[in-house]
C-alpha cells in the first residue's frame, strides 16, 4: 500500500437535539442524519433529560425558549450529568440571553443546516 493515501472515517458526532418546535426538531433531524450524524430529537425538555445518558452524546443542541423549563436550565442540568457535553444554542432571542455560559456558542433561528454543520465540525 506504498504511496496510497487512505482516509479513515470519522464517527459520526452523537447529537441531542431539543426544541420545543417540533417542525424545526424534524427539519434539522433530518438534515442532520443525512449529514452522517446520529440524532435523538426531542421537543420536549423533560422529555430529552429522562432520555439523556451521560458520555453518550458529542453535543447538545438546544433551543433556548421553551418549556416546562427553557434551554438554559437543560443546559444546567446535562452538564451536571455530563460535564463534557458540548452544547450549541439556537434562538431568536440571543440578545437577551443576560447570564451566557462561558465558552457556549449561541446560533441565529432560523438557521441553514450548512451553518449549523459548520458550527458543529468547529467543536
Do not use: C, W
Request: proline share 6%; aromatic share 8%.
Amino acid at each position: 500500500m506504498d504511496g496510497v493515501l487512505t482516509t479513515v472515517k470519522q464517527r459520526p458526532k452523537r447529537v441531542i437535539l431539543v426544541d420545543d418546535d417540533e417542525a424545526v426538531v424534524e427539519v434539522l433531524g433530518i438534515g442532520l442524519r443525512k449529514k452522517g450524524y446520529r440524532v435523538d430529537a426531542f421537543h420536549d425538555p423533560a422529555d430529552a433529560l429522562v432520555a439523556f445518558v451521560p458520555r453518550s452524546y458529542d453535543v447538545a443542541i438546544l433551543d433556548v425558549r421553551m418549556g416546562p423549563f427553557d434551554g438554559l436550565e437543560l443546559y444546567r442540568r446535562l452538564r451536571g450529568l455530563d460535564p463534557q457535553l458540548n452544547v450549541l444554542f439556537l434562538t431568536a432571542y440571543a440578545d437577551v440571553v443576560k447570564e451566557k455560559p462561558r465558552g457556549i456558542r449561541f446560533l441565529q433561528k432560523p438557521i441553514a443546516l450548512v451553518d449549523l454543520v459548520r458550527a458543529l465540525e468547529g467543536l
